[in-house]
């Protein structure tokens, strides 16, 4: 049975807090529902960790959109006060001006309470994949320092390893020499058939550019790459690397919305 689609949803009972634990919420109707539906299920539950007074990572794209629309309803509403966004991407900045969320810095406010973000990929240890929108550098930068990391997904971003959805794995690159850093990338990771591509725009096919004025090479991988961690240290080693977008071991929440209802695992501390 699917979960019955409430566009106030969020959530519908207590959080199992046993690490690693799951917690399904029970399906009280036989409604298919889109992805954006849910998407926005999974936002708004995320916001059930928020609390009065808490600085707190704002994530980007089309999932982290609806968390950040619930921060703001709930903020005017008066059921959350004190708040302090941290946007990671001009596009949400904008956004959370828009909804007169009160924002402010990593130079501010070096320590953050919880992130709240979307993943593209998830593997069954809660690694993710992030950075498809193009924001991975600064999502990353933020989400190192939050107490807490709360990833919301609709169950279509869960895969078996990391490069397993067979779509890209983003890599930000600084712009002079960029063939150079895409061939190494490419190199680096031969015997998982690695493909590099630079992102372009697809109006005009010029250099997709990052709010930090660099760009992607999208890597695309038909076998496992392996040990995460050395794929991660052996990217961060070649020259004209910024960085990457595999997220390890930093999720300590993941919040899955799928067709038999709404389900959250912690990870094991």
């Known amino acids: 049975m699917a979960l019955a689609y409430d566009p106030h949803f969020i959530g519908t009972g207590n959080v199992d807090t046993a690490a690693g634990a799951l917690m399904t919420s029970p399906s009280p109707s036989p409604v298919s529902l889109s992805q954006d539906e849910l998407k926005?299920?999974?936002?708004?539950?995320?916001?059930?960790?928020?609390?009065?007074?808490?600085?707190?990572?704002?994530?980007?794209?089309?999932?982290?959109?609806?968390?950040?629309?619930?921060?703001?309803?709930?903020?005017?509403?008066?059921?959350?006060?004190?708040?302090?966004?941290?946007p990671t991407s001009k596009k949400t900045h904008e956004q959370a001006l828009s909804l007169n969320i009160p924002l402010s810095d990593l130079e501010t406010h070096p320590v953050i309470d919880l992130a709240i973000d979307g993943a593209d990929e998830v593997d069954p240890d809660m690694n993710l994949v992030k950075g498809r929108g193009g924001s991975l550098l600064r999502e990353k930068m933020i989400e190192c320092v939050s107490k807490k990391f709360v990833v919301i997904v609709d169950e279509s971003k869960l895969v078996d390893y990391i490069g397993g959805s067979g779509l890209a794995m983003p890599v930000e690159i600084v712009p002079f020499c960029w063939k150079f850093t895409a061939q190494m990338l490419q190199s680096l990771f031969k015997d998982a058939d690695c493909v590099a591509k630079l992102r372009t725009l697809p109006e005009s096919k010029d250099p997709y550019v990052t709010d930090n004025n660099n760009y992607i090479i999208d890597l695309y991988f038909k076998k496992s790459i392996g040990d995460l961690k050395a794929a991660g240290d052996a990217i961060l080693r070649i020259p004209g690397v910024v960085e990457h977008g595999m997220f390890l071991d930093m999720a300590t929440t993941l919040i899955v919305a799928g067709e038999h209802g709404v389900t959250v695992k912690k990870n094991k501390v």
């Open 40 to 86: 926005k299920i999974a936002g708004f539950k995320a916001v059930e960790f928020v609390e009065s007074g808490m600085v707190v990572g704002l994530g980007t794209g089309s999932t982290a959109k609806h968390a950040v629309d619930r921060i703001g309803e709930l903020l005017r509403q008066g059921i959350l006060t004190g708040i302090v966004g941290i």
